[in-house]
């Protein structure tokens, strides 16, 4: 049987198991396993299972030990439980109460210091699901109490929680590094101005919106003294240490993204204690919370790691780019047609599961067309991110839905997520026309 | 009694990324102010991964916080989202047999042949291999026991488990 009629019949199977709710994890790797049995069995012409067991086993064993037992990856949990005990220690929380002090006067000020405390949570963790529940659980409420149109009080943090993909760190860049052998220093550091561009479209939106409807946003009549305003900017402290810490450790070269995220969360842990705002006992269930989300994480990625082995053995991904170079494809047309394709699987699928369903057969395709695999990058979790807010299937939404009930339904909050989302496209269109945009930082890099 | 020994997994996995965190703070630390290098912290910290993220496999799959696409299911009658739920869980039981296999395999060799990681310490390789297969070993007794817990509950009519999955997040 030929290498390349297995790769696509265990394409169709993975599909199809999807489709039928299976774990991706398991699903990647199951399938697999049995493809590449099949490959190794039918390597000399006849049928031979004994000898397929063991090249097989071996290759699905080496592939997800060797991607557990990584130094770098410890990154992974190391974020997530950086974020989980900041945020139980309130360090993420009083970014949000500081920018909410020092725009109360300002229409639509507590969208924009929701949309601002996202972009300072994103810069300490690394999820955008994350970022979009707890910010979800302060501002929305908050937001509706004071009369703001449901679909601002809504939108604005479900978009701001996308955040969370492109500012550092990010999850999805550590799995994009790892699944094109790309810097994931560079990769954080490309994410930074792309970040901070959407984040400054983000309050463009939200100040055009309250602009041309006032009542969506009715402004906070209290008086904040300026002492007030500098005393809230002041609690901030300990998270524009972490940012600090985490980018400037990165970019000035005197870290790896693994060192920052181990001293950060020790720091982030101390800073906690000595406020008294962490227990022990808060730090071991902030911990256990990351084991279980972490372990979930590895196990797609090891899952994707056996199938991309496996793809390699079937030849699909040299085929692909032969197809498309013999059709003489412009990089235009090319970026376009994957630009598609991730904004169409976003409307169904987990960022996740996305690109490692992808990226085996695209990043071949990138190189060969001679793209920079940082940008390229940047612009994957762009579109990533953008499908995190797009019907059916907007996460971000679902997660917002969940936290207001019944006070916002989710076509509310879809219709309020489009003005984002126009935002969100403009600059997907600047980063891909402008490459500079995410590699500036990176190329500047100690 | 397999709950308890599932809890204990965890705790031993919370340690871990605890030791992993203190670790490589310690090592950046006696690096920057002493210019002192720790033994063999690069390959501690990956023993130490293997624990982290495998040992609690099997409460993150008690816990349904696999990730799976629901969106497609999500129409269908309950009774037939429980068996899509089911045949998920075997789908897993299945991925993580070759695992186990190999993992057994390779264990077996490290301690036989004396394995060990070349640095200052000497350390021996087996422990990450015996604590990879310990973990995929009671992850894929938990699925084992959940399709049939599962399929227990679709025949008494029952399918609270498919709202405790997480589902995608």
Redesign the interface.
Known sequence: MDASLIGLIAFAAVLG???????????L??VA?VATFFIFAFRSGSFAPERAIRA???M??SN??DL????D??MI??FI?LGHIAYKADITTRIYYAARVWLSAVPGGVAMASVVGCGGFSAITGSS?ACASTMGRICTPEMLRMGYDNRLATASVAAGGTLGSLIPPSVLFIIYGIFTETSINRLFVAGILPGLLTLAGFLLVIFLWVKHDPAAAPVDPGHISYGERFRAAAMAWPAFVLFLVIIGGIYGGI?TA??A???C??AA?LIGLAQRKLSLKD??DA??D???????I???AA?AKIFVAFVALTGVAPAIVDVVTQAELSVFWLMFAIAVIYLMLGM???P??IMVLTLPLVVPLVETYGLDLIWFGVVVIKLLEIGLITP??G?NVFVIANVVGKEAPIDRIFAGIARFLTVDVIVLILIMSFPVISLLLPNSMW | MFRKFERFLLNLAVAAVIALGLMITISVLSRSLFDVALPDTIIIVRELMVAAIVLPLAAATLARSHVAVEFLTAKLPLKAQAWLVVSGSVVGVFALMPLIYAGGREFAHTVTSGGFFYGDLNLPKWPGRLVFLVGMTVCWLRLLVMVVQDIRSIRAGQFDFITSAEGTN
């Open positions: 198991l999807l489709a039928l709710r299976a774990p991706i994890g398991f699903t790797a199951g396993t097989t086993t071996s699905v064993y997800s030990f557990i037992h990584s130094y990856l410890s949990p190391l439980a699901i870290f693994t060192e995220a181990g001293v969360l020790s842990a730090i071991w911990i256990r990351t084991c279980l989300q972490t372990s979930s590895f196990l797609i899952g169904f699928l987990d996740i599961g059916p299937v996460l």
